[in-house]
């Protein structure tokens, strides 16, 4: 089955699990052909298996590696050269949730966040935009986090990842628009996922509490905007931050 999105492949790293994989699962529904990443190749080839089975005429490579190694950014777009695929989106989903005081952090913690937030964004948006390029096209979209803004005790290195990627962004789009390149870049709220697995009921019915819907938000809330990002539909829009909280971050 053809559809407009045949011809376009997105790349998402961190597929395998919460928001990744809730992109994923809408970008195979919309057509598009899609790379994914993970650490665990076992993941990626169930995540792989039940995406076909929405959508047997896409293509699903899969990539395997941790983003927090040096060098491994470069080897793993060799490997997206030999698939022969033409790259229009990338998706930073991977990343981790450090949390420590400030007197209890640890310099391979601190190194290892920035390396997986910071410098595989930059890498990763280096890399794929070659690809887009010769295609004078392509979206590339962060997922970052609401903390970046607003902070949160214990999350320092976390927070000051995240937040880097909204300079990154806006750099970026300034940079690649004239190629017809969007960078744009997606700040969740608490979202329900993995990530969050270890907040207590008592917890998450706090920040429940503080959002304007009164709910948490689920991954399919923030891959919806993520899908709406890498389409024609969001032709005009570039540098832009754009919060999935329910309304958390109003003052």
Known sequence: MQTLNSNKTILITGAS???????A??????????????RNADKLAEVKAQLLTTNSAIRIECLTADLAELG???????QVQQFK????GLVHCAGSLYEAP??????AEIHQQLQLHV???IELAQYASRFMLRQKQGSIVF??????????????????????????????????????????CVSPGFIQTELVAHYNEQQQQALQQQTMLKRLGQADDVAELIEFLLSDKAG????????????????
């Not at 699962?25 to 993970?38: E, F, R, S, V």
């Not at 803004?149 to 806006?170: E, P």
């Not at 005009?236 to 003052?251: C, F, H, K, N, S």
């Open 143 to 184: 997922v970052s986090s609401v903390v970046a803004n607003q902070g949160a005790a214990g999350q320092s290195v976390y927070a000051a990842a995240k937040s880097a990627l909204s300079g990154l962004t806006k750099s970026l789009a300034k940079e690649l628009g004239a190629q017809g390149i969007r960078v744009n």
């Open 17 to 23: 699990g919460g928001i990744g994989f809730a992109s």
């Open 119 to 121: 410098a595989s964004a």
């Open 85 to 88: 695929l033409p790259l229009y």
């Open 236 to 251: 005009y829009i570039t540098a832009q931050e754009i919060a999935v909280d329910g309304g958390l971050t109003l003052p």
């Open 102 to 107: 400030l007197m209890m952090l640890k310099p």
């Open 25 to 38: 699962k809408l970008l195979a529904l919309a057509g598009y052909n899609l790379i994914l990443h993970g």
């Open 72 to 78: 491994v950014i470069a080897s793993l777009f060799k």
